[in-house]
Every structure is written in C-alpha cells, then in structure tokens.
C-alpha cells in the first residue's frame, strides 16, 4: 500500500494501543526473595508476599509432572476431561458444569469476556483481589467500586445498592483478599435475594481451604445450584501448584460452556492437568498444612494485635495490616531486614503465613517498625 506524503492527506495516527490502558496500574507481583538477598548481601530473604504456602509440593506432584513433561511435543487434552471427571467426583457436580484455566484469575478474565461488552458494567469491592479492574479493563466495562467497610469487609448492601440495569456481573472475594475478611451466609443469602436473575455473581474462594469460622458458607456446596452463581477455586493456594497454574470454576452447564468458548486452547497445559491429579489425591495431606497454617495464622494475628489493635480477623493464608500511608513505609522496613511483605499504599500491607520461622523473623521486624 502506497502512503501519501502529503501531511495534510495523512489520516490522524491514533496510538498503537488503547489509550484507556495507561491509567491502568500493572498487576505487581512479590518481588524476588533472590534479588533481595543479593542487594543486602543476606544468604537468603524470606517471602511473605504472594499468599504461596511454603511447604512445598505435595508428594507424587513432582514426579507426575516429570511423567507429563516427556510428551511435551504433544498438545495437551483440550477438554481437560481427566481433571474435569475428577473435579466433578470431587465436589459432586457434572463434569460439564466444570471449566478450567490458567488460575481463577484467568477464569474471572473469560466470565467478563463471556458476559460484558463494552459499556456493561463488574461490581465489586474495594480494596479487593487487584486483578478485578484490570479484567474489567481490558474487557471494555466499567469498573464500580463499592466502598469496603470501615472493618476491611465486603458492604454487600451498598453492592446491592449499586447494581444497575448495565450491571452484568459481580465479583465477591471470600474471603477478601488482601484484607482476609470473610463473609458469613446470612449476608451473602440477603445479597443474593436483591441481585437480579440476569446478573452473574462471581464467588471467587481461592482461599476457601484456609476458612474454619463455620458462619462462612462453602459457596460449592450452598450456592452454585444457583443458575447466576459461578464459584471460583484454585490450586495455586492450598494444593500448592502456584507454578503451574491452574484453576477451575463451577457454573451452570450454559455458563461453563460459554466459558470453555472463549478460553485460550490448550491453556492447561498437560503437566498443569497432571499437578493437579496428583495433588487433588493428597487431600489429607492438605488439609494437615492448612492446621498448620491456620494455628500459625492465628499466633501471628495475636502477636501483631499488641501492636496494631485494629488487625482485622483472618479467614485466609494470610493477614491484613491496615497501616493507609504508612504501608510503604512498612514495607520498606520489612525488606530492609530481609522480609518482602505486600504493601498496598494508602490502605496497608498484607503478609503471607509462612513457616513459624520465617513468621517470627517478620514479627521481630514488626515489634521494631510498629512498636
């Protein structure tokens, strides 16, 4: 194609991407434990910042995937029918309700895409999961964010208050994440008795294993028989496979095919389905590493009381330090001891539970920061 030289004849150049997309905060993930030791010349930096629960693999994970990799010059099941049988075995549902993905933050990326078009509108929370308006974003809808409650939760009346005719779909962390905060079945049945029908609501339960207030409903088995209800998991978290990234969801067989539409072929990868066979048959085992981690979840919430009263309760692998424009500060306080913690400035910092060595290293930085 010929190109005129002429200014004047020349269309107006537009950018070479959507403007809108500047405005938009990049997801920042943990920084690298290794490049912190490295900088202050530490033989290690411990990592509190991604929510990964420190045990590592669950037996027979390494070697399936091992197994797995020997075949990677072939595609993988684009049905994902192994995984998806098992899942449905699981949880006691039908395999054609089940979609999975590269985590549950890719699966609440392909509801936005199965459900809004530009101009259509996602509810949520905020603060909550960071991912949310970068999804919305870059699926064209609005982003209303409804206010959290001066206790760091969920103000589910406001969210109800706030859903329009535009409204399309709601995301509902539980428990929340960063602030760890969990709600209970009485509220979350009123919400679901004001939200319209034609208004998919999203429970995203990526730390539901970690949950022991038995108030707080398990959203497989109460809520997803409900034709607008799609339950977000994954095995990032307590089944430990965050390196292979895989989630699943649990919607209406309409909902989970619309899904499975728009889904990146073969984004579950074959030694992704074989991780997470292997770890789904080590259920005792996972359920012993979260005691673990709750007994040390509320050892540290305790100790970080006597210092910051106003540290909400934790329903999570991790807990919330609501530190507003001190949450840099903090951080940087932490790293420069060696421990890399997540802060969200303007609103406070969230720590991962790690080990109870690791823990006693972050509260010993805590004691001096906040004492």
Known sequence: MTRSSDPQQRPRRLGLTRADLDALPNYVPGRSPADLARELGLPEAIKLASNEVPYGPLPGVVEAVTEAVAGVHRYP??????????????YGVNADRIATGCGSVALAEHLARATCLPGDEILYSWRSFEAYPIIAATTGATSI??????????????MAAAVTDRTRMILVCNPNNPTGTALRRAELDRFLADVPDDVLVILDEAYREFVTDPDVPDGLATYADRPNVVVLRTLSKAWGLAGLRIGFLVA?????AAVRKVVTPFSTSMAAQA?????????????RRCALVVAERERVTEALRKLLPDVPESQ????WLPLGD???????????????????QGDGVRVTIGTPE???????????ALG
């Not at 964010?145 to 406001?158: C, E, F, M, Q, Y």
């Not at 690791?358 to 001096?368: C, I, K, P, Q, Y």
């Open 326 to 344: 001190r949450a840099a500060a903090f951080s940087a306080a932490c790293e420069a001891r060696g421990v890399i913690v997540r802060p969200f």
């Open 252 to 256: 209406h067989p309409e909902v989970a």
């Open 316 to 319: 999570a692998n991790f807990v």
């Open 275 to 287: 991780g997470a066979l292997a770890a789904l048959a080590q259920e005792d085992e996972v359920r």
């Open 77 to 90: 099941d684009m049905g994902v029918v192994a995984l998806r049988e098992t899942l449905a075995e699981r």
């Open 145 to 158: 964010r409804v206010p959290n409650t001066p206790d760091h939760g969920h103000d589910l009346p406001a």
């Open 358 to 368: 690791e823990n006693d290293a972050f509260l010993a930085v805590a004691e001096t």
